[in-house]
């Protein structure tokens, strides 16, 4: 079992950065990928950006250039440096883990921008 915390949301003007932190209760190599999530009110919850084991990522087209996943091994620990924010930003913001045959998810953090 991992338990997954966000940390680091809150209220930003657009145009303003935020770093998104995601502690993991073990050791994060026991998961094939981290990934971001985030759900605006009234819409699906979409992927933001996925880092694998082997440090490759991936980003959702409308946050490419601007948002960047790593990774801190040692720290257990994947952030999401978020840059150039939006309005269409805003959304509760989630950390993922990819297990064998289940996926883990923290509990969430709001991110909000304002215009």
């Known amino acids: ?5 966000e940390s680091g949301g809150g ?7 935020l770093r998104l932190s995601c502690a993991a209760s073990g050791s994060i190599l ?3 990928a981290m990934g971001w999530y985030r759900q ?5 919850r979409e992927l933001v ?8 990522t ?12 790593s990774r801190d091994n040692a720290k257990n620990t994947v952030f999401l440096q ?3 924010l939006k309005p269409e930003d805003t959304a509760v913001y989630y950390c993922q ?9 923290g509990q969430g953090t709001q991110v909000t921008v304002s215009s």
């Open 11 to 17: 209220l930003v003007q657009a145009g303003g950065s």
């Open 30 to 32: 026991r998961l094939n």
């Open 97 to 105: 883990g990819s297990g064998l045959s289940i996926d883990y998810w």
């Open 49 to 56: 950006a996925r880092i694998s084991n082997g440090g490759n």
């Open 58 to 69: 991936n980003y959702a087209d409308s946050v490419k250039g601007r948002f960047t996943i």
């Open 40 to 44: 605006a009110p009234g819409k699906q």
């Open 1 to 5: 079992q991992v338990q997954l915390v």
């Open 82 to 84: 978020m840059s150039s």
